[in-house]
């Protein structure tokens, strides 16, 4: 990767190599006495290690000048290998725990593999680790080729990349040390939150550098979703992480906002974590890859537009739906469930928009796994959709909320969208970039198929279940009036279920083995004489005379 | 419409603002006001701090993620009022950065745990759940017992906590770690200091059942006492809403 780099952006990296471990030294001696100690060392070496494999390759020859005529596509490689690699680590992580609700004795006799902090790796792993990866990639591979340019700059994509991965690390390895901020989905202390801010903004400059670039004169679909990712990500990440620090030496601090402010500020985060990182950025990804590999155009334009302002707007305004019936004032209560419910609109015209797409193309879902893929998370995402606006009704609400129906839709979501349609995506996108005709064994992409499905309908059936069944023996009375039920008889109530929930998420994770180990071996494949033309070449334009 | 838009998706930076103006109006609508509007949260005169080993028992109550499994946030139902007890009010989650009021209960809500048990059922139920409650799945945290609690940065905790709206007294944060000390330690003269700081109400005892070293435990244990027990205003409301009936 390095000797894709220019001698000037090798000198960029080894400065931003040493500024790394400057900033990973000092956090560390501020830290010496608090857990950020040990933060402040492990980005010290990453510093590091970064820097001696850059000076490894400090003086290699200059890369090949005919670069721009092709597109730069190293970071989106590295990207999905890191992605599957970080869902095969999250969903285990997942497994483990949803068996110890069932086993509680599974685990270790220490503070971090205790559930309480398990779990945030676990969403942390499969939310930031899995799904970001796995948009960054996308998104540098699709922003190429809808522009027909390459990459403002070779370094850039690698500072995203990189930069990332370390937010990702310090998060999971920080909530195993015992440091959280306990925002669900915003977990991560003041350091790493400021250190995603600048990696995001360089994220951020790169996009808009290379739509800059672009020889098409619209920008496409795809990327007004990916922009609307990068954009509102940042603005929900800066106001809910909002914090004073104990001291420069602590880990720990204390969020700007308390009790009922910070909970709406925290749910309009986090609904809308769910509506930019987990819906957005993947409808850019079924925008493009969806129609590429079905042979057929986007249905509508008209209808693309309706839905991605729709779903900018009235997401916004649906967090508060997490809050019904709490010290929350009614009105906000109020507003929130109209939007929910109103949200539903632009979510199936979506949804449609991709089935509708499809049509005429149902033999290739019949017969290819990998678009199979992109057609059930159409459906997951469709019907995860409708059950949030109904799960946002208050009296729905009263029912559903603090039980495992909100796990179920949840994983609903994460499971059969957003996981489906990137494991679609990235079967279509591995021979591309490898420049393979195919994958290496599509036998193994028909298993994977089936066992995320059937882990996805396990998991999804068992939540409804326990969920409704502890709603209901929470609010049942017995005939002398008074409560049927304690709290530990619904405990005892789970037990079949969450047993079932684990072995679904079992074979979820099985399949996310298989895909890895499966992506890996593409990779593998000896070259062939005439790789397959997959896309048109960027458009070079002469170089302006120095 | 559609020829409007052929033009904005023409222009980057132009698309970008957009997306930014239509994202804001949401959150500007609904959040703004709640720091404006005075109703949003009651004004009662009871209501009390947490002390510093209250807030040292928080932290690891976040630390541990406590609040994955258990909700802070007793809901405006009949059956949730008659399990826990009095719905939850705004102003008793004033003080509380971040709020814990949590999305899920694979175990009860904790809203109005405190002197609902005695210390020593907390302090056997936290090193193994399944001692008091045979089918519970909660974890055991076995090692808070054996960890000492770290206290001697309890007033930069504090400080902390008064820049984001806690009223802490300059007193409160010279003295939080003596404070922290005292609380646990009913016998020493840092005990009648932290009484007289913080008002004869507050919880002094050997939380952890062990006068040796003031443990994890022994913070985890405090701050669980005091849930729901800052202010009265939830039972006084209450208590007014039966008489009027």
Redesign the interface.
Known sequence: MVSQLTRDERGSAMILCVILTLFGATLGLMGRDDVLGWHGALLALSGMVLLFVVMNKLYDPDPDPDRVTRYYDDPTKVGVIVSMMWLVFATFVGDWVAWLLVYPEATFDAGWSSFGRLRPVHTTGVIFGFGGNALIATSFHVLQRTSRARLAGSLAPWIVLIGFNLFCLLAVTGYMFGITASKEYAEPEWYADLFLVVIWVVYFVLYLRTLARRQEPHIYVANWYFLAFILVVAILHIINNLAVPVSLGHAKSYSLFSGVQDAMTQWWYGHNAVAFFLTSGFLGMLYYYLPRRAGRPIFSYRMSIISFWGITFLYMWAGSHHLHYTALPHWVQNLGMTFSIILVVPSWASAGHALLTLNGAWEKVRDDATLRFMFVAAVFYGLSTFEGSFMAIRPVNSLSHYTDWTVGHVHAGALGWVAMITFGTFYTLVPMLWNRERMYSSRLIEAHFWLALAGTVIYVFAMWNSGIVQGLMWRAYAENGTLAYSFIDSVDAMRPYYFARAVGGFLFFLGGVIGLYNIWMTTRMPTMEKPPVYDLPPVVEAEPAE | M?DK??KL??N??A??FA??F??????I???AP??T?D???EEVEDMRVYTPLEVAGR?IY????????H?Q?I???Q??V??YGP???????????????????????LARLGEKYSDAWHVAHLIN??DV?P?????????LQRNSLRYD?MG??LA??R????PYTDEMIASASHDTYGQARPDSERADEFLERYGEDSNVRLFDGDPGRVTEMDALVAYLQILGRLTDAAHQQANDQTEGD
């Open positions: 559609l838009h052929a998706e023409r980057a930076l698309f970008v997306i930014i239509v994202a804001s109006i949401g959150g609508v609904e959040i709640l720091f509007i109703e949003t949260v932290n976040i630390r541990e993620g406590c609040y994955a499994c909700s946030m809901r405006t139902l059956d949730e008659e399990r719905y939850s009010l705004a102003v008793e989650s004033q003080y509380d950065h971040p709020m814990l009021w949590g999305s899920k209960r694979t175990g009860p809500d759940p399944r409650v089918s519970s799945v909660m974890p055991s945290y076995a090692w940065d930069l905790h902390a906590l820049k984001v709206g806690v």
